[in-house]
C-alpha cells in the first residue's frame, strides 16, 4: 500500500521507488523498473538473468515546485536463448533509450511554453534555453498537425503581415468561416502563394471555391493561375482605403502648392487631416465645420472632388445588387477618369482593372475581416516575443 501511494504521489507507475534525497533544492529519486526481466529485442524472448548494473541520471517535472531527477538503476540482461545471446538494456517508455529528459519533463515544458516566453519556462524547470525550445518546438509542431486540416479551407483569405524590417513580409493564409491561420508562408508575393497553392493535390485546389485577397496583383495572378474556378474577391476595407489615400494625397499635394510647406496645425488641411477621411454621416459639427473649411480652402476644387470621390466608393458598397454596384462603378470611373486631377486618375484605373474583383463582393458578400483580425492576433504575439530573426520560430 505503501507503494503504491508513493507511485500516485511521483506518478511513477513503470518504476519502484528506492530513495528519495533532496540535494541544493534538487529533488533526486532513485529508482529501478518495477519488473524484474525484459525482452530481448532481437528474438523477443524474455530474460531475467543480470550481466552488470548501471546509473542513468534523467531529469524529470517539477515535484512540489522543486527540480526533480530521477536515479535509474538500469540493468543490463543478457539473453539466454541458444543461438542468440544478445545483451540489451532495460526501456521504459518514459525515457527513451539515450535521454537526458523524462518524456513527461518535455510534454510539462511544450505546455507551458504557449503562455509563457521559452528564457521563463527554461529558468523555472531548471533546464538550458535550448532544451526549452526544442520541447516546445517539438510540441507546437505536433499541435499544428493536429489542429490543421490536410486540405485549405474552402473560403480563403490572403494577407500580410510584417515579419521583419525592412519590408520583409509573411503571407498568412486565413479560413474565413472559422478564422483560423491555415498556414504561413515566407514573403509577399506571386511565387510565394503559387508555390504554396502548387504544393497541393488537384482535388484540393478544386475545393477552393473563394478567394479574398488586398489589390495586390501578385496575391491576384497566383491565383488566377493556380486556382482559377475559386472566385477572387477584393477586400472591401482596402478599396476604401485606397480612396482614402488618394484624399490624403491630394491633400498634402495643394498644401505644398499653395502655402510652400507641409501642413501646421493652424492650416485648415492639416487640422481636417483625419475628418476629411471620415464617413460623412458620422462627422460631428465640428468635425463638419473642419471639413468644410479645407474644402473651402483650395481654390482649385480638387481636395472636394477627391472628397466626393471617397464618398462615392463608400457608397458603392451600400448597393443591394451587382447589377446596381456595376452600373455605379462604371459612372464613377466616367466621371474621375478624366477629372484632371492626378490621384484620381490613377484610382480609376486601379479600379478598372480590379473591377472584377470588386464587384464579385455583391456576389459573395466575403472580406478580409477575419484575416485582419488573425493579423492582430499575430502582432501581439510577436510583440510579446519582442520581435522574431528566425522566420520558422515566427511561423510556430
Known sequence: MEDEATRAMTGLAEYRLLDAVEV???????????????????????????????????????????????????????????????TFTERTDEVPPRARLTERLRAALGRAG????????????????????????????????RARPEHPPARLGLDETTFRRPQRFATGLIDLDTGRLWDLVPGRSKSVVAQRLAALDDHAVAAITDVVIDPFAGYKAAVRELAPDARRTADRFHIVRLANQAVTDVRCRRQQELTGHRGRKTD??????????????????????????????????????????????RDLYRRDDRDTATAALDEWRRVFSGCGVPELER???????????????????????????????????????????????YRL
Do not use: M
Not at 503562455?115 to 507546437?140: C, D, F, L
Open 24 to 86: 541544493d533544492g534538487v529533488l533526486e529519486l532513485t529508482v529501478e523498473v518495477a519488473r524484474d526481466e525484459a525482452a530481448c529485442p532481437r528474438c523477443g524472448v524474455f530474460s531475467r538473468r543480470v550481466k552488470q548494473r548501471s546509473v542513468q541520471r534523467v531529469r524529470d517535472g517539477l515535484s512540489f515546485e522543486r527540480p526533480t531527477v530521477l536515479v535509474w538503476r538500469k540493468r543490463r540482461f543478457r539473453c539466454d536463448t541458444p543461438g542468440c545471446s544478445a
Open 268 to 313: 485648415p488641411f492639416y487640422r481636417a487631416r483625419r475628418d476629411l477621411l471620415r464617413a460623412r454621416e458620422r462627422l460631428t459639427p465640428r468635425q463638419a465645420a473642419r471639413v468644410h473649411a479645407a474644402l473651402g480652402a483650395d481654390p482649385s476644387d480638387e481636395l472636394w472632388a477627391a472628397w466626393v470621390g471617397k464618398e462615392g466608393i
Open 347 to 393: 484610382l480609376a484605373t486601379t479600379l478598372g482593372r480590379w473591377s472584377e474583383e470588386i464587384l464579385n463582393y455583391f456576389d459573395s458578400r466575403l472580406t478580409n475581416g477575419r484575416s485582419e483580425g488573425r493579423n492582430l492576433i499575430i502582432k501581439t504575439v510577436k510583440r510579446g516575443g519582442f520581435g522574431y530573426r528566425n522566420f520558422d520560430h
Open 114 to 145: 504557449r503562455t509563457r516566453s521559452t528564457a521563463e519556462v527554461a529558468g523555472a524547470h531548471q533546464v538550458s534555453w535550448w532544451t526549452a525550445w526544442r520541447a516546445i518546438q517539438t510540441a507546437a509542431v505536433a499541435a499544428i498537425a
